[in-house]
């Protein structure tokens, strides 16, 4: 007697313990029941476990099954239900015809359909329908779920992040990599380095990534743009767009089903808010730069520092680079000349500004380091009393009961999903009055925020005062000739005209107005540069 080759199929959505030992449960009956009936051959047990059912693209089992029917091996399928088979009543007719035309029958078990009687087509369809409906209402379950845990403030969905461990959705430092995480701030904010030098600057000191890789531009830019190293907690990145989509799209916060969470303060942060604001300005300064066809360079410690004080463009390095001594001169300048034209676009370009040589601006640094150490008691005064004028102007605002006032409408919006899930309202419902709370929401929040602006804004300039002051004590005489330490205080050198520079110095809420003298002599050239004054400016 020919037997009937059979083969099963069975699969599990997750790879919880519990889930497994069903599928070895499956597999089991699935082994015994075929080798039960005299006229069946077991070919194989098929299975997938860990694999969401709604696309059979990524199931290996599944594939492999349909792969061996086309070559003759079975003649007959068994499976549990047609949940089991595919939740994607597409992908479940699509396998169903292409089997029943290779004369291979799909029988499902619990729901009763055998795909070779005559109504098996119709009552499939009916079934796989059901199927699917049933895992969008799962999913709509489970984002419900995901929602309300990330407003909990339960972190979610991502794996190991750099600098922190994930401990019951909770995040905690690591001390060893926070460290790494605070230079790769320092080295872009305070360096004035970029991504392709930080990660080179890592991998050549041994420093491996979490995955043990080397670093990449885009791991260092990743950990300057993630706000989680500020202490704030932003979830639901990226989703599906519905329950059968296979591809997950970056979440813009234009998505009412899930929309982005954003928690501030929610746990220690690696670095003041102050850093990583200064950084976010940074990025976007330097993003600026590149469309704008200007490449962010840190190749010297004055590089994209120094600016023309009569048109404003950069001052750039001119002339030979095998100069031992680098000139400076404006970019308009080097552009358009010297002569005032107006470009199309109604522009005026061109400028007479003079070049600066490198020698000057070293020169320049070193007296103001001198100056900055002689006067750093009055200086330290006047940037405390800086200090004390923005806290005599700064007016601080209870939002409290505004605040409470949004907990309050976001409660009303987690009843009201409540009340669509349990069906007591219809989707239509659930939107106006989510739209309504929403507006509401976004309103007291602006008005918190504009409450808090100028306080965070005053908070902010206080910091950087007090870190200036940190600053100019942590200087030494060693310090005079360091161009190290030049670009890590300075945070813009103007140039008003020769033989002046106006210097502003990170922090330091005014800035310092130098006049200078060029000595030359004829094939020697500079031979000496003197510093005529040093005040603080107007």
């Not at 922190?164 to 230079?183: F, N, Q, S, T």
């Not at 309050?408 to 999903?417: D, E, G, S, T, V």
């Amino acid at each position: 007697m020919n037997k009937i080759k059979v083969a099963a199929y069975c699969r599990v959505s997750t790879d919880f313990d519990d889930q497994l030992n069903s599928l070895s449960v499956q597999i089991s009956y699935f082994t015994e029941y075929i080798n039960n009936h005299e006229d069946y051959e077991l070919i194989e047990v098929y299975y997938d476990e860990g694999i969401i059912g709604t696309s059979t693209r990524k199931r290996d089992g599944f594939n492999r099954m349909i792969s061996d029917c086309e070559n003759g091996k079975i003649n007959l399928i068994l499976t549990k239900e047609v949940s089991r088979f595919a939740r994607n009543t597409v992908d479940t007719l699509n396998y169903t015809r292409r089997l029943s035309e290779l004369n291979i029958g799909v029988i499902f078990m619990n729901d009763g359909i055998d795909t070779r009687d005559k109504d098996g087509e119709l009552r499939l369809t009916i079934m796989s329908s059901i199927a699917q409906e049933e895992s969008r209402k799962i999913s709509e379950r489970v984002k419900w779920g995901m929602r309300r845990r990330m407003e909990n403030g339960v972190v979610l969905g991502c794996g190991r992040i750099y600098g922190y461990k994930i401990i019951d959705g909770k995040l905690e430092i690591v001390p060893e990599e926070a460290e790494i995480v605070k230079d790769i701030f320092h080295q872009y904010l305070y360096e004035g380095k970029g991504s392709h030098t930080i990660a080179h600057n890592l991998s050549e000191r041994g420093i491996p990534t979490l995955k043990n890789r080397v670093w990449s531009p885009q791991h260092v830019l990743k950990i300057l743009k993630n706000e989680k190293y500020a202490g704030d907690l932003t979830q639901w990145k990226v989703f599906k767009p519905n329950v059968l989509a296979e591809k997950t799209l970056i979440n813009r916060g234009d998505n009412e089903e899930a929309p982005l969470i954003t928690i501030q303060n929610h746990h220690e942060g690696i670095v003041s808010r102050e850093v990583w604001d200064a950084v976010q300005s940074e990025l976007l300064k330097r993003s600026q730069k590149s469309r704008e066809g200007r490449k962010h360079s840190r190749s010297y410690w004055f590089s994209g520092k120094v600016v023309c004080g009569k048109c404003n463009y950069s001052y750039v390095v001119v002339g030979s680079t095998t100069n031992p001594y680098r000139q400076l001169g404006c970019r308009n300048r080097q552009i358009y000349g010297t002569g005032s034209k107006i470009a199309p676009n109604g522009e005026e370009i061109g400028c007479v500004n003079h070049v600066v040589d490198e020698r000057i601006l070293n020169k320049a640094m070193q007296e103001l380091l001198k100056n900055v150490q002689s006067l750093r008691p009055s200086l330290e005064q006047e940037m405390l009393n800086e200090i004390q004028a923005i806290q005599g102007i700064q007016k601080t605002v209870d939002v409290t009961p505004l605040k409470d006032e949004i907990e309050k409408l976001k409660q009303k919006k987690r009843k009201a999903i409540d009340f669509m899930l349990e069906e007591l309202i219809t989707k239509d419902d659930l939107k106006q009055q989510t739209d309504f709370y929403d507006s509401e929401i976004i309103r007291i929040t602006e008005k918190i925020s504009n409450n808090q602006n100028i306080e965070v804004k005053h908070q902010q300039q206080i910091d950087g005062i007090h870190e200036a002051i940190k600053r100019i004590r942590g200087v030494s005489d060693c310090d005079m000739d360091n161009t190290a330490v030049y670009g890590e205080m300075v945070s813009k050198i103007i140039v008003p005209e020769y033989q002046h520079l106006d210097i502003y110095l990170n922090g330091i809420p005014f800035g310092f107005h130098l006049t200078y003298t060029v000595k030359k002599a004829p094939r020697i050239g500079i031979y000496d540069i003197v510093i005529d004054s040093c005040v603080i400016a107007s």
